[in-house]
């Protein structure tokens, strides 16, 4: 192998020591097999062109050629390759000039309210909903399992190798859970991206991670959809698209007070689609209710 695949791991052990000794990380654990697998390698001589076109010559690897052609050429100086089921990526840097501010569509408040029925429903009445494959990936998923289940799946105690079609069975279910993963961030990327483009203020709310979980039912739904990467993307987006983001109080009863009167209803279950105010009658879909009572809310 290169040497500079083992100088930039000390680099990069170099820098998980000084966190944990700044006490901004846990200490360096052990990278196994298991994790990312990746190594990088970069030109002594500096920066590199990158060509535009179907290959890339990659410092100390050689060429190679690429799925996707590059667009245009670059210059860049490390090199990260890494490996996901069975397709390997090259990622590099590029000095680039920042998106300039983009005039926004809608210039005033709006809020956004997370559910597991519809995924995200914006208080001017545009509903997001998730990608159904993740369902459908699902049932095929269990389906696979259940008919490789005899599969001889090797075992390090007793020695018994994996058979042939073991393996080719696990590479199967890598690309296949490969295949919803990037569902899913295709799905999210694309979802936060055209809301930071299009609106300037956006209110969403800090998510009740300790209530949530508890819900066994809601939990899993959530991590499937994703809700705290939305909400990772939704804060470095935001800045890069130059509109504002406030995070509401997860306490604020958006979804239990009567946008119209005030009148906490408290007898709101989770399966009532439809908020109906025992007060003063106001009749509205909940989530949409919710959205707008955070859209209205300051603090
Ligand atoms: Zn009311």
Redesign the pocket.
Known sequence: MSSKVYQSALQDLQAAFSRWRKGIAFAPTRKTKHNKQSFTVYDSNGSVLVKSGKFIKIPTLGTFRLTEPLKESYISQTFTISREADAWYVSFAVNAERIPPVMHEVAQAVGIDLGVKTFATISDGTEVEAPKPYKIAKTKLGRLQCRNRNKRRGDRRTGEKASNNAIKYYKKMARFHKQIADKRKDFLNKTTTSICKKYAHIKIEDLNVSGMIANRKLSTAISDLGFYEFRRQMEYKSSVFGSKLDIVDQWYPSSKQ??????K?NRLKLKDRVFN??????IEDRDLHAAINKSECTG
């Open positions: 009567c946008r119209k009167c005030g009148h209803h105010c025992p007060q003063c009658g106001h």
